[in-house]
T-cell receptor
Framework: EAGVVQSPRYKIIEKKQPVAFWCNPISGHNTLYWYLQNLGQGPELLIRYENEEAVDDSQLPKDRFSAERLKGVDSTLKIQPAELGDSAVYLC?????????????FGPGTRLLVL | AQKITQTQPGMFVQEKEAVTLDCTYDTSDQSYGLFWYKQPSSGEMIFLIYQGSYDEQNATEGRYSLNFQKARKSANLVISASQLGDSAMYFCAMREDPSGAAGNKLTFGGGTRVLVKP
């Protein structure tokens, strides 16, 4: 069974440029998460989707970050414009659904460097 | 206050020996779950083991076991017979009551870097 797929794996951009990350969850997983991981720290949740609905986006900086999950499968996270402090790893994870007890499975992440 | 605390930033372990990674947590929920993930240099977070707050027995998965002490609010990971491939960052994470406001959100600790010496 294929795991969570993310692309690109690495991205280098100049500040003020836009950037987008793509995630394809494990087949059949209804819940999708985007996490931000700063260097030397644990991941922090940005947004959680149940199917197409964003049910928790309280940690998403909405002035520059946006996300969508059309058709309840793939998801895209966008930053516009990027700032130096956005340099980090962006992790996508998925789980079966919000019935409790489901393990979240992570993708390899996208490592972003903003110059 | 930190919800998940990992007090060991880094540690060395000799190949074939066991190592214990500490994790303490803070929650007022009765129902919660504790997870351990491994993150090698490639970056992917690999699920290792899960312990539910109502589980009476400590979880085990192959060479991984979780020493769950509910009264102390600790969930230490034990890796037995360490291998060179175990060198990685290890994160403890907690999911609080999924029916509450946090839903299925995971809160992670700061991680412990393990280096296995041959």
């Amino acid at each position: 069974e294929a795991g969570v797929v993310q692309s690109p794996r690495y991205k280098i951009i100049e500040k003020k440029q836009p950037v987008a990350f793509w995630c394809n969850p494990i087949s059949g997983h209804n819940t999708l998460y985007w996490y931000l991981q700063n260097l030397g720290q644990g991941p922090e949740l940005l947004i959680r989707y149940e199917n197409e609905e964003a049910v928790d986006d309280s940690q998403l900086p909405k002035d520059r970050f946006s996300a969508e999950r059309l058709k309840g499968v793939d998801s895209t996270l966008k930053i516009q414009p990027a700032e130096l402090g956005d340099s980090a790893v962006y992790l996508c994870a998925s789980s079966l659904g919000q019935t409790g007890g489901e393990t979240q499975y992570f993708g390899p992440g996208t490592r972003l460097l903003v110059l | 206050a930190q919800k998940i605390t990992q007090t060991q930033p880094g540690m060395f372990v000799q190949e074939k020996e066991a190592v214990t990674l500490d994790c303490t947590y803070d929650t007022s929920d009765q129902s919660y779950g504790l997870f351990w993930y491994k993150q090698p240099s490639s970056g992917e977070m690999i699920f290792l083991i899960y312990q539910g707050s109502y589980d009476e027995q400590n979880a085990t998965e192959g060479r991984y076991s979780l020493n769950f002490q509910k009264a102390r609010k600790s969930a230490n990971l034990v890796i037995s017979a360490s291998q060179l491939g175990d060198s990685a960052m290890y994160f403890c994470a907690m999911r609080e009551d999924p029916s509450g406001a946090a839903g299925n959100k995971l809160t992670f600790g700061g991680g412990t870097r393990v280096l296995v010496k041959p």
